[in-house]
């Protein structure tokens, strides 16, 4: 029970082991599909290890059965959950369908990664029990698909790997200059047109209504939500490429497939930007069952700032009006906001601002987050102007003692971008957000006393066989004493 990641609250051993039977199977007390789905998930999972899909049956349990139910207090929340392994039996209970997912999650852990040879072979694991519980409650990772376009299958991959690690967020950065990947109904050239490229002027692509739907149906099986950004007033070249109304001048500028920021804005005078607004946000909304819409506002320099403010405050109550809470960059805390508004701190320029709203944070400080940054000065990928980040400098840092005047109670979490102007393939994905969103999982969950790279280090050594049976591409950072 010592290689688990993120680390649990509380781990007891305690004496014996227990070992599989032929007829184990996993026992589920509720007929509700998502906890069923749970359970089936866990039977796949284990396949490598159990050499057979292990029956779901809705028991009763009887020894030499793995149980998930929702019999835990309360008191555990909507994703802690209690682990036991007994002898006779391993258990799992929650008070949530969420808690009883990140139970299963453990338990996977708990057993290698797959066990060699062919046959329906036993498998084993140490008796003890597990109680645990996440710090904060929004532990997430970012995909930007707008500067290159990156398919479904592989975003329900990276949506697999992110849930094994327990983050429940995933934020899709899905409009950008190079690129609006979104089909809107109502503008349907911001897809067609807006989406036909990508950073370099190679093929662009974009995920139609259906295929999101999907795509947030996957996410919510695994218990991660989707959070849609459409960047704006900045970010938005690709938005005047598509429609020469929206630009002040009436006409519309060629695809722009460089990678420079902070050069275009949507035009906060014209009435027809905020039809445009309220049609995006309208389809998004209906395409997003969870409580976000972001709304970007990053490195807007190209709008004049009391523009900006009246765009921001507009946009934030067309959000409102669709029922959802507004999240941007930290950017927006120029404008008054409202308490539901979540700011994301990324390099600092404005979090005194949003501080001053008593906004919740989610934190994604680039210097430690920033997955695009280089490991070192010899990464093939990527950038540096954040400074270079190795697998130890991810891990090692506090969110309460990022920036003065951040407390524990204004921290939603934390999340953990991937910008795409040097990425294109999933390969390139994993390599770069591989080993180190390990860590920043492990920042979120976890509690922050006893924090120890040499300690964590040697965990993370044991999960380089996991990534691998995984099909994961990650780097295998010479900081670690890789397994
Ligand atoms: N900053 C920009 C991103 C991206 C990034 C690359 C934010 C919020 C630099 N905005 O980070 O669009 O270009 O590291």
Known sequence: ??????????????????????????????????????ARQLADALVPVAKQPLPVSDGPAREGDISLALTAHASVGSEGYLLTVTPTEILIRAFAPAGLFYGTQTLRQLLPPSIPGAEKGGWEVAAGSIHDVPRFAYRGAMLDVARHFIAPRDIKKYIDIIAAYKLNHLHLHLTDDQGWRIEIRSWDKLATHGGSTSVGGGAGGYYTQAEYRDLVEYAASRHVTIVPEIDMPGHTSAVLSSYPELNRDGIAPALYTGVQVGFSSLDADKEITYAFVEDVVREIAALTPGPYIHIGG???????????????????????????????????????????????????????????????????????????????????????????????????????????GIYEQDILGVEAPLWTETISTLDEIEYMAFPRLLGIAEIGWSQPDGQNWEEYSARLAAHGPRLRQMGVNFFAASQVDWK
């Not at 227990?18 to 996993?26: D, E, H, V």
């Not at 589920?28 to 599909?33: E, L």
């Not at 070192?376 to 990022?402: C, F, M, N, S």
């Open 1 to 38: 029970m010592q290689n688990i990641i993120p680390k649990p609250h509380t781990v007891m051993a305690a004496p014996g082991v227990f070992r599989s039977r032929p007829l184990t199977r996993i026992v589920v007390n509720s007929a509700d599909p998502f906890v069923v789905g749970i």
């Open 298 to 404: 990053d490195e807007a320099q190209a709008t004049p700032t009391d523009d900006y403010v009246r765009f921001i405050e507009r946009v934030q109550g067309i959000v409102n009006a669709c029922d959802k809470q507004m999240m941007g960059w930290e950017e927006i805390g120029q404008a008054r906001l409202d308490p539901s508004t979540v700011a994301q701190h990324w390099n600092g320029a404005q979090t005194r601002a949003v501080i001053k709203q008593a906004l919740k944070l989610v934190l994604s400080p680039a210097t430690f987050t920033y997955l695009d940054m280089k490991y070192d000065a010899a990464t093939h990928l990527g950038q540096d102007w954040a400074g270079e980040l190795d697998v130890k400098k991810a891990y090692d840092w506090e969110p309460t003692r990022l920036l003065d």
